[in-house]
């Protein structure tokens, strides 16, 4: 039976290169491949500093900490995300503020956070805006920038999704105080595991450094750190993909563009909505909307007996056990949120994937809920 998977690296001999590079080199951590990577990426996207990380979340906990958040401190951010944003907060003791999305970007509201930002500035407990880029799509910056400036609020943006994602000639990443990458196997560029906080700003940088190396300041350790370092293997996968991002884009781009064409028309499926003028997604996932009256665990499950892997993206935040306990969440509150939870499915995506595959996969999706509407 034929077996498509969800995601898939796309690795080539010059990923290979530069690993065997590293493992000549004997310098396996925190050596010049490392560096390489750093200046690479802050030039690509024309920042002042890339400093690397052992994971996107470790890159947004340092993000947390750069902005100041601590004990009880508010910050805004989107419970439609996968939950290491949130959790971000949390590793500082702060509280994520929850605003709903806008049910056709997925993206945070751009109008209710700038309302949340008036809101809550008065209070003198808000400290960061964190605005998820959702799959690729970046979320609409200009409001909540406006607002969050006006009352001296750092803005981190979560770009781990979002790399070489673009609004009006605009790189992801670079509206803000900072921001942090993600670069997992399942993402557009991967380094295995590891991530990069990306910023102008020197203090922050200068900290991100620090922080990475259990807070170390050249043979004192003056706050505490945490083992946040990107080893140098990694490194080097990043800076073959990083070469290679145009090319990596390209392809997921040809992939969902035949995902489209072939799902325009079949019932009971909407895709999401296409990127306004001036905006270019860079495609993390390809994810459908099931009309309401689509069992989604049935079509999973008839996916799956036909060998193709799919996924929900993404489980509500405030939803899940932990927050629902700890902060009182209950059903209802971010009901955007909640109605993309509940309808979003995840299919095969990446850029290697045939054109023999993508119809195998739409056929079955289609067939399935043929089935189900008889």
């Known amino acids: 039976m ?20 590293v493992l000549r080199s004997g310098h396996l951590s925190f050596g010049p491949m490392m560096e390489t990577f750093e200046r690479e990426f802050a030039a690509r996207f024309g920042a002042r500093h890339a400093v690397a990380m052992s994971s996107g979340t470790a890159a947004l906990h340092v993000a947390m900490i750069a902005a100041g958040v601590h004990d009880n401190d508010l910050v805004i951010t989107t419970p439609f995300s996968f939950i290491a944003s949130a959790n971000s907060i949390l590793f500082e003791r702060g509280i994520p503020h929850f605003v709903d999305i806008d049910p056709e970007t997925l993206t945070i509201d751009p109008a209710a956070t700038a309302d949340a930002i008036e809101s809550l500035a008065p209070s003198g407990r808000l400290r960061a805006i964190l605005p998820v880029h959702v799959f690729g799509r970046m979320a609409e910056m200009e409001p909540i920038l406006k607002a969050a400036r006006r009352h001296g609020i750092a803005v981190i943006e979560d770009a781990c999704e979002a790399i070489g994602s673009q609004s009006d000639g605009v790189f992801a990443g670079r509206c803000s105080d900072a921001s942090a990458f993600g670069f997992y196997p399942n993402k557009q560029m991967t380094t295995g595991e590891g991530g990069v906080l990306m910023t102008d700003r020197d203090d922050y940088a200068a900290l991100a450094r620090s922080v990475r190396n259990q807070g170390r300041n050249g043979y004192e350790f003056d706050r505490l750190g945490f083992n946040y370092r990107m080893n140098s293997i990694s490194a080097a996968l990043g800076v073959a993909q990083l070469r290679r991002l145009d090319e990596l884009l390209t392809k997921r781009d ?76 209950t059903e209802g509150m971010f009901p955007n949120t909640e109605a993309a939870a509940a309808t979003l499915l995840a299919l095969p995506f990446h850029g290697n ?22």
């Open 2 to 21: 034929k077996t498509i998977g969800l995601s898939a690296p796309d690795i080539t001999p010059e990923e290979h290169l530069l690993v065997d590079e």
């Open 254 to 329: 040809a992939v969902a563009a035949r995902y489209d064409a072939i799902l325009a028309n079949v019932a009971g499926i909407r895709t999401l909505a296409a990127p306004r003028a001036g905006m270019r997604i860079s495609r993390f996932v390809y994810v459908v909307r099931l009309d309401p009256g689509v069992d989604r665990d049935l079509v999973m499950s008839a996916l799956a007996a036909r060998g193709i892997e799919s996924r929900v993206y993404f489980p509500a935040i405030h939803l899940q056990p932990f927050y629902r306990e700890r902060f009182g969440f």
């Open 353 to 374: 994937l045939s054109t023999e595959e993508i119809e195998y996969v739409c056929d079955s999706l289609a067939a399935e809920i043929v089935r189900q509407a008889a």
